[in-house]
């Protein structure tokens, strides 16, 4: 009798431990590379036991390229830009629709929300809500450069080999908007935004002999900025506020035409098979408490309403120092971006690379 009831002793702790791990799963995260701060993987499971966070640090290009590559498997949470969701999602039907009953949206700037669903709506059917967001600009040192203010600036004779870029598709498209164009606008006539690719090529061509080196990653820039070897160059606003913190006189300029805006956001891969601890996380890192620990991470800011004053003291001040109201009015948000494009984009990139050096 003492067997028999031993035996059963055994088997219902065999069943228990089976019906716990069976309950325990992990939240794949895909994610760029300063969403996922420690402190806050660590504290959303002590909060949810039966969860374990995994997180693969990735890019735009990448996170497509995986999702393709798996038919959207392998991941429970996505982090896309809000422009890199439409016509990856029509092509090769890699997320899933939203169930937005589940998000905290109450929280969202109103305008943020608005504009990544316009964004990423099929069918009726939302694919995606805002995260984080900032934007890609000037940044200058203005004891050396107190006139600089446009994109344009940067090819300026004074600042002969005092200046840097990033060859990516943002400064294609800050170049443009100086010129004059509206390059997203040019997005639904691809014969005439070739036109418009091929001025701005020839025009960051002649402006090789202003650039000391093309950056490619913060550290490059930073390291330049902060030695003096360049006295302004094209930037993530992130990149700049950090070295606000060092150098007060190292300021981010949202140019003239107004700086390039993206969002961050939360998309859910077709495949997922986390999709509640994902819902989970989203509200997590969504919440005012945690806003700040994300921010100070990122160095950008969140998508819930007053999410500029929970920035971090630091990043507080290098905000204000660089936007005014009529600032954040004239943001100019990434467009979607159709099938094409990025071939012409990157042809044009790998032309200016082949005539500079770059």
């Known amino acids: ?46 909060e949810n036991p039966g969860i374990e966070v995994e997180v693969t640090f990735s890019n735009n290009e990448e996170m497509i390229a995986k999702l393709r590559a798996t038919g959207g498997a392998g991941y429970d949470l996505a982090q896309p830009s809000h422009d890199r969701i439409y016509a990856a999602q029509l092509e090769y039907d890699i997320y899933k629709p939203l169930d937005l009953s589940k998000i905290n949206t109450d929280a969202m700037q109103a305008k943020l929300l608005d504009g990544v669903k316009a964004n990423t709506t099929i069918n009726g059917e939302v694919y995606a809500v805002p995260h984080q967001w900032g934007t890609s600009g000037l940044m200058a040192d203005k004891t050396k ?62 402006c090789k002999d202003n650039i000391k080196a093309y950056w490619n990653s913060g550290d490059d820039l930073s390291a330049m900025m902060l030695s003096g070897e360049i006295v302004a160059s094209e930037t993530w606003d992130s990149t700049a506020y950090k070295l606000y913190d060092q150098n007060q006189n190292i300021v981010f300029i949202p140019p003239e035409t107004g700086a390039l805006a993206w969002i961050d956001t939360f998309a859910i891969p077709a495949k997922g098979k986390a999709d509640d601890a994902a819902y989970k996380w989203i509200n997590f890192v969504l919440r005012p408490e945690n806003v700040t620990i994300m921010s100070a991470s990122t160095g950008a ?51 200016i690379k082949a005539a500079t050096g770059g």
């Open 1 to 46: 009798m003492r067997i028999k009831m031993t035996v059963a002793s055994l088997l219902a702790a065999t069943m228990l431990a089976g019906a716990g791990t069976a309950q325990a799963e992990t939240l794949r995260l895909l994610t760029w590379g300063s969403y996922a701060p420690e402190e806050l993987i660590q504290k959303f499971e002590e």
């Open 301 to 351: 800011i969140a998508s819930i309403k007053g999410a500029k004053d929970l920035l971090p003291e630091d990043k507080k001040a290098a905000v204000n120092a660089a936007f005014t109201d009529a600032d954040i009015d004239n943001l100019k948000f990434f467009a979607n971006i159709p099938p094409g494009v990025e071939d012409m984009e990157g042809r044009t990139l790998e032309k």
């Open 145 to 206: 450069a107190p006139d600089f203010k446009g994109w344009d600036d940067l090819c300026d004779p004074q600042y002969k080999g005092k200046t840097s870029m990033r060859l990516k598709r943002t400064i294609l498209l800050g170049t443009a908007f100086a010129m004059g164009e509206d390059p997203f606008a040019a997005y639904s006539d691809l014969e005439k935004y070739q036109q418009i690719l091929d001025r701005v090529a020839d025009k960051l061509i002649e």
